[in-house]
């Protein structure tokens, strides 16, 4: 099983503030996932990314692929109370069919 | 467009009594399914996975146990529950084209 380290584990913030979350491994992955989730909720997808070195933006987030591979980031802009909630990181394999998840970053954005 | 229904979205089951937990997906055809659990708001476990009806791959020996009577539809069971079994409990599906897990809404399961 391919470990995912995300850090930081906590972060709390006040809102306007911009902010990194990390998502790093040793291994490669063909391709890693974003999801955010809310108390009491499913993890929504935010974004996939497959190409090394990708960056993508939605909105006031911008995610990045590591070059190797292996680990991934995620920016956000100017952070909102809507933006609070548990960040998820997860990796996928050509050789697996599950996800491989991280243990997630705790957001709280406050006004 | 696809959907996933899993229900019920909270149960509270004595230590001893049976389990059983349901999840349905709409709008695709075989999808592979999965149910996680996830322990105090933090990551996700993979307990099974399956690729096809009647196929149950099991990550994580336990009190669990799945199945997978129609394509569509996987059931996550337990003869007699543990306290430790209480968690969060998620049913995914995975399109065949895509690496990314779709999540139903989830069960709150708490055992007492």
């Known amino acids: 099983t391919q470990l995912l380290e995300q850090s930081p584990q906590f972060l709390s913030i006040q809102e306007g503030e911009n902010l990194t979350v990390y998502c790093n491994s040793s291994?490669?992955?063909?391709?890693l996932q974003w999801y955010r989730q809310e108390p009491g909720e499913g993890p929504v997808l935010l974004v996939t990314?497959?190409?090394?070195?990708e960056v993508k933006k939605l909105k006031r987030l911008t995610f990045q692929f590591g070059d190797a591979r292996k680990d991934s980031s995620l920016h956000i802009t100017a952070a909102q109370p809507g933006d609070t909630g548990l960040y998820l990181c997860?990796?996928?394999?050509?050789?697996?069919?599950?996800?491989?998840f991280g243990k997630g970053t705790s957001l709280l954005v406050t006004p | 467009s696809q959907t996933i229904h899993q229900w019920p979205a909270t149960l509270v089951q004595p230590v001893g009594s049976p389990l059983s937990l349901e999840c349905t997906v709409e709008?695709?055809?075989?999808?592979?399914l999965y149910w996680y659990r996830q322990a105090a708001g933090r990551g996700l476990q993979l307990l099974f996975y399956?690729?096809?009806?009647?196929?149950i791959s099991s990550e994580v020996p336990q009190n669990l146990s799945a199945s997978r009577p129609q394509d569509r539809q996987f059931i996550l069971s337990s003869k007699k529950l543990l306290l430790s079994d209480s968690g969060f409990y998620l049913c995914a599906w995975q399109g065949a084209s895509y690496r990314r897990d779709t999540f139903g809404s989830g069960t709150r399961l708490t055992v007492v």
């Open positions: 709008g695709t055809s075989n999808p592979n």
């Open positions: 997860a990796g996928g394999t050509n050789s697996g069919y599950a996800l491989n």
């Open positions: 990314v497959v190409t090394g070195g």
């Open positions: 291994s490669v992955f063909s391709s």
């Open positions: 399956s690729v096809g009806i009647g196929q």
